[in-house]
Each structure stands twice: as structure tokens, then as C-alpha cells.
């Protein structure tokens, strides 16, 4: 029987559940033409429904009972009637510091046959790994709202920089230019924010000075959101905080084909604990249950699972199978010009899964 993996989907709100559905489409494709090993899925029913009836976004044990999974596969969170505030820190950011998932991944890669927005732009000029620091920074929850509905109110928004958590994601970009063989950009802004960033570019350089065969660079992230458009082949492999990774990526998102094929992993690269991997678009609630959604985002975050689990091959075969779908045009939803359903798109990115398969077999044989 080989290899289970055991995964715990949490398919969200609004477009989530439909697209999940085609990446786990795609996952058990994978299984059954490999057969080394296969998926158990096991489904919870998180999210903003589940806070409306019960007042919480998850269980109170939530985290427990997600513990012994070998990873987390999420569709979106968010729902009108809801504040965004509440579905973001009661379940997906409450996963990633729980679970120490602390590199954010996000692929800014423009694949054969995805839009572009930028004129004259080569797709080998778009081809970079941002790695964003997922559980410090702004995020960290810390501040405090003073005199509130006072005149004097006063509100204190506290970025959280601590040495191990701005050392271990900086160690980790570092340890991924080397084995790649890219370059690393790190994007601060240490003019503005004297203390934080001034911090960050002061470990950069010092955990630089142990990889001097990785070549670096260092951008404000003001010139970097321009350079990101004006000249994208600058960045290789990117670090950056949490904040300015979030904006930052999803401007990448925009020219690399959009939101649709926008994929995130969230690791706990130690593996104590489960990584998550989940497309970055939202729940899209104007057309949840329409059956249009794009499911290319979350086939590829599946890709990024394939990847941690260590299938690269199998990884670069969806990347590939990705492609030739939106290279032959027959199969894509309304918002890459195409007028078929989100399970069809799903459909045809498996089948191009089983061709190339089959097409590496005859090449074998002869």
C-alpha cells in the first residue's frame, strides 16, 4: 500500500470548499498514477459559518486535534457578516503561531500562458520565491488602544522583531539561495523604522557574513514594490517581515497572472508540527456557489505540499500540467477569459497529469 499522508482539510467559506475540491482532485490523480503512496483526507467544517452558530471560528481544541496531521490544506477564510479581523486571528493566524509555521512561502512565477499586466516582460523575467516572515512583525498582535473614544485616544500598533524569529527566517532565506544557487534580496526599511527594520538589516548582514557565496542585496521596500514592476528580474529569492511580505506578494500576485494562481505554503520547516498550504486569494463571497472560481491557486499550493513532502518531481509535474491547461485555452474559468467550471479546470489539469505520465512511459519504451 505504501506511504499515508494524512491530511486535515479545512475547506473554509465562500469560493474554499470548491476549490479544494480540485486540488484534492489532482492530489489523488497523483496517488494513483504513482502508487507508492496515497492521501486520507479528514474534513473540518471551520470558518465563519462555524463562528456564526457557535460563536468561534474553530474548536477550542482545535489545535490539538490538527496536531497529529502530516499537513493542513485550507481554502479561504472570510464571510460577510464576519469581521475580517476575527476569521484572520481566530483560525489562520491562530494556526500558523500555534504550529510555529514561520516561512511564509509564495512563488511570484509567471508560467506559460498566464496574463501578464507588464509590457514587453519576458516570463524568465518573473521567476523569484518570496520568503516572508509568517508569525512576528505587525502581527504579533501587540499594542494597546488608549483613552479609547476620547478625544486623546491613542493607538499603539507594536512590531514584534525578536532575534530567534528575524534570525531563523533570514538563516532559512539564506540556506534556500544557497542550495538553489540564486541570488537573496532582503526588503526593509531601516530609513523609516529605526528600531524594527534597522534590526533586520543588522541580522541580514550578520548571518550574511556565513554565506558568502550567496550573492545579496538590500532594497527599501518602496524601491522594491517599483523594481517588482519595473524590473522583476532583479529578485531571485526575496526576505522580508511579515507586513511588507504580505503587500509585496500579492503585487507580485498581480503580475504573475493574478490572485488565481496565487499559492502559499506555511511551514514549520522543523516538522513538529503540520505545515499548511492553502491559495492566497480569499473566499471571493460575490461568487461562491457558481461553480466559476479558479481552483489553479489552490492545484498549485497542492504542488507546494507534493514539494515539502518531498515529490519534486511530482510538484514540477502539476507546474506543468498547470500550464499546458492555460496554454490550449480549452478549459478556464471567466477570469482568464475562459468560460468553463471550476471542476472542469480541476478535470483538465488532471488529465494533462495522466498524459504526461503516459507520454514519459512511451519515450521509455522506444
Known sequence: M?????????????????????GIKVLNRIAELDGSFRFDFTYFPWGCEYYLKHGKMMDDDGLEKLRGFDAIYLGAVGFPGVPDHISLWDLLLKIRKGFEQYVNLRPIKLLAGAPCPLKDV???????????????????????????????????????????????????????????????????????????????DQIFAEIGREYPDVKTSSYLVDAASMFFVKQPERFEIVVTSNLFGDILTDLGAAI???????????????????????????????????GIANPLAAIWSASQMLEFFGYSEWADRVLQSIEQVMVEGSALTPDMGGASTTQEVGTRVAYQLSELVNNRLLLEEK
Open 2 to 22: 505504501g506511504k499515508t499522508w494524512n491530511i486535515a482539510v479545512i475547506p473554509g467559506d465562500g469560493i474554499g470548499p470548491e476549490v479544494i475540491a480540485e
Open 122 to 200: 519576458a516570463r524568465e523575467q518573473i521567476d523569484m520565491l518570496v520568503i516572508r516572515e509568517n508569525t512576528e512583525g505587525e502581527y504579533a498582535g501587540a499594542g494597546d488602544w488608549l483613552f479609547r473614544g476620547k478625544p486623546e485616544e491613542v493607538v499603539l500598533q507594536t512590531g514584534v522583531f525578536s532575534r530567534k524569529g528575524t534570525e531563523r527566517i533570514i538563516r532559512y532565506a539564506y540556506e534556500t539561495a544557497r542550495k538553489t544557487g540564486r541570488s537573496l534580496t532582503s526588503i526593509s526599511k531601516g530609513n523609516a523604522l529605526n528600531y524594527s527594520m534597522v534590526f533586520w
Open 256 to 290: 504573475a497572472g493574478g490572485l488565481g494562481l496565487a499559492a502559499g505554503a506555511n511551514l514549520n520547516p522543523e516538522r513538529i508540527y503540520p505545515s499548511m498550504f492553502e491559495p492566497v486569494h480569499g473566499s471571493a463571497p460575490d461568487i461562491a456557489g457558481k
